[in-house]
């Protein structure tokens, strides 16, 4: 886990800039920091600047900015390369020299052998830039999953600002900070930001499994990788299973590598009980919450002892998650109103007492279809009897009525995903979400228009794996994965996702769908590989996700003052109808409604907005 950030252009104090850019991302890499200056015009000028976080090749070798042996490619790079030494043998028989025992050697050599082709040959968690001066540009790479971020935006003259986080941006007086008119909508909706432009006007995502090219003040990106769920083994569940034992432990070996400690999170649940097992840490981490129904520390206590290894454990105190909400905003970058991402930030700060590296379980529900969006109840069951055509019709009458209980199950029962299923959340739908915002922010896209070209890609696809597709690009990288790696890197420790590997998704997209949910479980086949590893009681355990007691945190006296100023001020009506916003607020604490996630996500964004832009 590093950070670096980058700008293309002569600017007056250069060298101050790059400087303070990268000092603004400090938290990702606090043990050593490298610049480059370069150039003499718009033409041919770039900046880098890093802060790294030592886990491979402690010594000054690994520093980066990386500089090849002619002085001609420039690299910095964020992330492990999991391939690394594999690559590097290829590399020395074609005659290149290594000085280093780091994987970031291998972007500055493979770049110059294999050009644009480099990012679809690794293996890893990556975003990196490349400058290349003999050609006067820049090549930069997201990996396959958007584990690492990486963000980018126009300056004047057609130049390019570009980092590991936007806040870096905020330090280059030629970038200007403005709120997205357009983001505020689709974002009441998903709880995170669903566009490729950020919450900041004129700043983007490179999407995952994307490289770009940027040369002569032009942008041209193309994707060099996507999930493929066409072709099915025709293996035996059994025969599967084994094949997912093998695999995690590969994975599990290869995202170990480190020259420094590696922990792992351990909830409850499967995903992270399964990686511990594998692991085999000397620590593991656990926080949860005084109620029984938001805590599974007990039993990640229970599996430890199982296991013998050492458990950390912490309960978390609401007062103390309530205070810390601006700061983890302020690292989140971007609004993004998981309630998760709070006991993800506490748990990150416990690790980082312990050790550098942990390896956690994300990834596994959207690979092997754990969640349950993506099964069917058995009233569900019973309609879908009836004809498809019967049932879409019926769902095009309803779409325009008034909620009455069953509504949603007709809706979802067309066996069109495409018509109703967004992603793991819904929180404002979009007539809600319409009705609060001011005629200003209404004006962005609505739901359909950021997942229909997604679902046009897959049309051929079943039910389930197109729900897999969506939540691959939409879901996993925007809500999931941003804050893994956010709320890590503010405690400045590396979090790894064995799961997500390229090898480990690619075996999983060829598992047929009904192994991997049927009438006993979701992600049956995974859970049946876990129970050769792991007791059943943990391995079949029903998934609680990361549950977090806000729906009693916003009745609270303290916060719910906090909430209603915060509703009712001249930020919120800028954006807002505060009268529905109160309202809202009130029939929660008078019981009259759970909005608890509704008054969350709007006060995610004016708790954002006030760390970025102020009162």
């Known amino acids: 886990m590093c950070g670096f950030a980058g700008f293309t252009g002569m600017y007056d104090g250069r060298e101050d800039m790059i400087q303070k850019m990268s000092e603004r991302i400090r938290h990702r890499g606090p043990d050593m920091e490298g610049y480059w200056v370069h150039g003499n015009s718009d033409k041919d000028a770039v900046a880098l600047g890093f802060?790294?976080?030592?886990?491979?090749?402690?010594?000054?070798?690994g520093a980066q900015p990386m500089i090849s042996e002619d002085k001609s490619v420039v690299v910095v790079f964020n992330g492990e390369i999991y391939n690394f030494?594999?690559?590097?043998?290829?590399?020395?028989?074609?005659?290149y020299h290594f000085h280093s025992k780091c994987d970031t050697e291998v972007l500055l050599y493979g770049y110059e052998e294999w050009g644009t082709g480099l990012a679809e040959r690794l293996r890893g968690m990556f975003a990196f830039v490349i400058a290349d001066t003999r050609k006067n540009?820049?090549?930069?790479?997201?990996d396959y999953f958007g584990i690492k971020p990486l963000y980018y935006s126009f300056l004047d003259n057609h130049n390019l600002i570009f980092g590991s986080e936007i806040k870096s941006f905020l330090e280059h007086p030629a970038w200007h900070k403005e709120v997205n008119p357009d983001a505020l909508r689709p974002y009441l909706t998903f709880q995170y930001s669903a566009m490729d432009e950020t919450f900041f006007k004129g700043t983007y995502k490179l999407e995952p499994a994307h490289w770009f090219i940027f040369q002569d003040g032009q942008m041209h990106i193309e994707q060099y990788w996507d999930i493929d769920f066409s072709k099915k083994t025709t293996a035996s569940m059994d025969d599967v299973a084994e094949e997912i034992v093998r695999r995690v432990e590969e994975t599990v070996k290869a995202h170990r590598i480190s020259d420094?400690?590696?922990?792992?999170?351990?909830?409850?649940?499967v995903d992270s009980s399964y990686i511990t097992e594998e692991l085999k840490p000397e620590d593991t981490f656990s926080v949860g919450f005084p109620s029984k129904?938001?805590?599974?520390?007990e039993d990640a206590s229970r599996l430890s002892s199982l296991l013998h290894v050492k458990n950390f454990r912490q309960e978390?105190?609401?007062?103390?998650?309530?205070?810390a909400f601006a700061d983890i905003q302020y690292h989140m970058d971007e609004p993004q109103s998981n309630p998760s991402s709070v006991p993800l930030y506490f748990l990150a700060k416990l690790a980082r007492q312990h050790v550098t590296v942990v390896l956690s379980g994300e990834g596994a529900d959207e690979i092997y279809a754990g969640y349950e969006w993506y099964d069917e109840y058995d009233m569900m069951k019973k309609y879908k009897r009836l004809p498809q055509g019967m049932r879409i019709l019926a769902a095009d009458v309803v779409r325009h009525l008034p909620y009455f209980k069953g509504h949603d199950m007709i809706l979802a029962s067309t066996g069109r995903p495409e018509d109703y299923f967004i992603g793991q959340a819904r929180v404002f739908s979009e007539k809600e979400a319409y009705d609060i915002l001011k005629p200003a922010y209404r004006k962005g896209p609505g739901v359909r228009d950021i997942t229909q070209p997604i679902y046009d890609k897959v049309k051929d696809l079943s039910e389930l794996e197109k729900k897999q597709y969506l939540d691959f690009h939409l879901w996993l990288p925007g809500d999931i994965l941003l804050k893994a790696d956010k709320m890590s890197c503010a405690s400045s420790l590396e979090l790894?996702?064995?799961?997500?590997d390229r090898y480990v998704v690619e075996e999983a997209a060829r598992i047929p769908a009904d192994y991997k949910i049927n009438d006993i479980d979701t992600k049956y086949v995974f859970r049946k590989a876990a129970s050769t590893k792991i007791p059943q009681e943990w391995a079949f355990r029903k998934k609680k996700g990361f549950p977090v007691p806000i729906r009693e945190w916003v009745k609270e006296d303290k916060w719910y003052k906090q909430i209603r100023d915060d509703f009712t001020s001249d930020v919120a009506n800028e954006y807002f109808d505060t009268d529905k916003l109160v309202k809202l607020l009130n029939d929660h604490k008078d019981g009259r409604a759970m909005n608890q996630r509704k008054i969350w996500t709007a006060w995610t964004f004016l708790t954002w907005h006030k760390v970025f832009f102020g009162e």
């Open 51 to 61: 802060r790294r976080l030592s886990i491979l090749d402690l010594s000054e070798a």
């Open 85 to 95: 030494m594999e690559l590097k043998e290829i590399l020395k028989k074609k005659g």
């Open 137 to 142: 540009r820049l090549y930069g790479a997201r």
């Open 260 to 269: 420094v400690p590696v922990g792992s999170f351990l909830s409850g649940g």
């Open 293 to 297: 129904n938001f805590d599974e520390t």
């Open 316 to 323: 978390l105190d609401g007062d103390a998650c309530m205070e």
């Open 496 to 500: 790894r996702v064995p799961y997500l």
